[in-house]
C-alpha cells in the first residue's frame, strides 16, 4: 500500500527555472495538501484542495501554482524559481477537508535552488 | 506571528522513562489539536489528538493533555523506547474551518537505551 508518493525525491535547480513537483494518493481521500517545511519552522501550508476541482490558498502560496489532475493527482508548480523557495516539500491527503481526519503525509522532495 | 510554539527544540531521556513535550498556542479559536512523529527522511504521521471537548486522550503510551484556559498541551510518552526517537509536531486547527492546520517548529526527542 503506497500511500501518497512524491516525485522527484530530490532536485536542484537554478534561479528562474520552473518546475512541478508530482504528488499522488492511492487511498480514494478527497482532500490533498503541499507544505513546505524549513529548518527551525513547522510545516506551513502552500495551497489545499479539499475536494477534486477545487483549490485554496494557504499561508505561504506566493510563487506557486497547483492543479488537482483527478481524484489521485495534485501537483504543485514552481514558475520562476527563487532560492527562497529552497526547502522540503510534503504533499498529504485526508478523506475529508476536516481537522479531525489525520492528514497522510509522503516522504517529501528535498528541492534547492541555487 | 507563530500561533502555534514547541520552545523545547530538542529532548533527551532514558530508555523506560517518561517524556513530556510541550505545546503552546495563542489563537483561543483552536478547538482541534494533533500531534505527528517524523523520522528523518520520512514524511510525518499522525500519532494522535484531541478535541478542546476534553481535557485528555489516551493511545496505549501515548497520553495528550489539553489545559485550554492555558492554551497549552501535552504528549507524554510512557515508557519511552529508543524507537519514540523522533521529530513530534503539534499541529492545530478550528473544527468549523475545514482542515487547514497550523503546525509548531517540532521538538527533536532522544531516547537515550
Known amino acids: 500500500n503506497a500511500g501518497v508518493t512524491q516525485t522527484p525525491k530530490f532536485q536542484v535547480l537554478k534561479t528562474g527555472q520552473s518546475m512541478t513537483l508530482q504528488c499522488a494518493q492511492d487511498?480514494?481521500?478527497?482532500?490533498m495538501y503541499w507544505y513546505r517545511q524549513d529548518p527551525g519552522m513547522g510545516l506551513r501550508l502552500i495551497y489545499y484542495s479539499a475536494s477534486e476541482g477545487t483549490t485554496d490558498k494557504g499561508e505561504v502560496p506566493n510563487g506557486y501554482n497547483v492543479s488537482r489532475l483527478n481524484k489521485r493527482e495534485f501537483s504543485l508548480r514552481l514558475e520562476s524559481a527563487a532560492p527562497s523557495q529552497t526547502s522540503v516539500y510534503f504533499c498529504a491527503s485526508s478523506e475529508r477537508a476536516w481537522v479531525n481526519q489525520p492528514q497522510h503525509f509522503g516522504d517529501g522532495t528535498r528541492l534547492s535552488i541555487l | 506571528d507563530q500561533q502555534v510554539k514547541q520552545n523545547s527544540p530538542s529532548l533527551s531521556v532514558q530508555e523506560g522513562r517518561i517524556s513530556i513535550l510541550n505545546c503552546d498556542y495563542t489563537n483561543s479559536m483552536f478547538d482541534y489539536f494533533l500531534w505527528y512523529k517524523k523520522y528523518p527522511a520520512e514524511g510525518p504521521t499522525f500519532l494522535i489528538s484531541?478535541?478542546?471537548?476534553?481535557d485528555k486522550n489516551e493511545d496505549g503510551r501515548f497520553t495528550v493533555f489539553l489545559n485550554k484556559s492555558a492554551k497549552h498541551l501535552s504528549l507524554h510518552i510512557v515508557p519511552s523506547q529508543p524507537g519514540d526517537s523522533a521529530v513530534y509536531f503539534c499541529?492545530?486547527?478550528?473544527?468549523?474551518?475545514?482542515?487547514?492546520?497550523?503546525f509548531g517548529e517540532g521538538t527533536q526527542l532522544t531516547v537515550n537505551p
Open positions: 484531541i478535541s478542546s471537548i476534553k
Open positions: 487511498m480514494n481521500h478527497n482532500s
Open positions: 499541529a492545530a486547527g478550528e473544527e468549523t474551518s475545514g482542515s487547514r492546520l497550523t
